[in-house]
Antibody, heavy 120, light 110 residues
Framework: EVQLVETGGGLIQPGGSLRLSCAAS????????MTWVRQAPGKGLEWVSV???????YYADSVRGRFTISRDNSKNTLYLQMNSLRAEDTAVYYC??????????????WGQGTLVTVSS | QSALTQPRSVSGSPGQSVTISCTGT?????????VSWYQQHPGKAPKLMIY???KRASGVPARLSGSKSANTASLTISGLQAEDEADYYC??????????FGGGTKLTVL
C-alpha cells in the first residue's frame, strides 16, 4: 500500500523555524516528483514546493528564500525546512507525489497533512 | 503567482449538471494545457479528478469532464450525485516550474 505520513507540525512563534517530515512507504521518494501543498484554515490549496526526481527544487514566491525542500533517500523521506515563519504560513501542510512531473500537477497520492500554527 | 478565480459556490439537484469555471491569465491557464482538478471532502486530503485539461484520473467516472477556452478552464459534472458534494480546486502550471491553484468552489447537491 502506498502511504505518505507527515509529521513535525505544531505551534511556533513568528520568526521561528520548523522542519516537517514526510515518510513514504510503498513508493520511492527519489523516483517521484515530491510536492508540498498547504491549506490555511478554511482556505484554499496553495502549491509550496517540489523536489524533482533528478534533484532540482522549486518554490512558490511566497516561501522562496525561507523554506527548503530536501529528501533523504536512505530514509525514503521528504522534508520541508521552514525558517522565518510568519502568521500567514499557518496551514495544514500536505506532502504528495507526482509520478510524472510532466506539466499538470498530477498528485495522485497524498498524506493526511500536518498542522503548522504560527502565533505568539 | 495570483490564485486562479473560481466561483465560491455552485449548486444543483441530483441528476442535473453543473459547471465550475476557473479563470486565469495567458501566463497560466491560457498558456499551457496543464490544468488539473481536485475534489476535497471535509477533513480529507484532496483527490485528483482531471489532469491535462480533459483527462480523467484512474477511477473517475465519465460524468466528470474538463475543458478549456482561452484563459478559462471548466469542470462539468453531469448526473449529480450526493457524493459529489465537496470542494473543487483547479490548478494550472504557471511557468518556470511553479503551479497555482484556484480559490476553490463549494459544490452543494440540493
Amino acid at each position: 500500500e502506498v502511504q505518505l505520513v507527515e509529521t513535525g507540525g505544531g505551534l511556533i512563534q513568528p520568526g521561528g523555524s520548523l522542519r516537517l517530515s514526510c515518510a513514504a512507504s510503498g513508493l520511492t521518494v527519489s523516483s517521484n516528483y515530491m510536492t508540498w501543498v498547504r491549506q490555511a484554515p478554511g482556505k484554499g490549496l496553495e502549491w509550496v514546493s517540489v523536489f524533482y526526481s533528478g534533484g532540482s527544487t522549486y518554490y512558490a514566491d511566497s516561501v522562496r528564500g525561507r523554506f527548503t525542500i530536501s529528501r533523504d533517500n536512505s530514509k525514503n523521506t521528504l522534508y520541508l525546512q521552514m525558517n522565518s515563519l510568519r502568521a500567514e504560513d499557518t496551514a495544514v501542510y500536505y506532502c504528495a507525489r507526482d509520478p510524472y512531473g510532466s506539466g499538470s500537477l498530477f498528485l495522485d497520492c497524498w498524506g493526511q497533512g500536518t498542522l503548522v500554527t504560527v502565533s505568539s | 503567482q495570483s490564485a486562479l478565480t473560481q466561483p465560491r459556490s455552485v449548486s444543483g439537484s441530483p441528476g442535473q449538471s453543473v459547471t465550475i469555471s476557473c479563470t486565469g491569465t495567458s501566463s497560466d491557464v491560457g498558456g499551457y494545457n496543464y490544468v488539473s482538478w481536485y475534489q476535497q471532502h471535509p477533513g480529507k486530503a484532496p483527490k485528483l479528478m482531471i489532469y491535462d485539461v480533459t483527462k480523467r484520473a484512474s477511477g473517475v467516472p465519465a460524468r466528470l469532464s474538463g475543458s478549456k477556452s482561452a484563459n478559462t478552464a471548466s469542470l462539468t459534472i453531469s448526473g449529480l450525485q450526493a457524493e459529489d458534494e465537496a470542494d473543487y480546486y483547479c490548478c494550472s502550471y504557471a511557468g518556470t516550474y511553479t503551479w497555482v491553484f484556484g480559490g476553490g468552489t463549494k459544490l452543494t447537491v440540493l
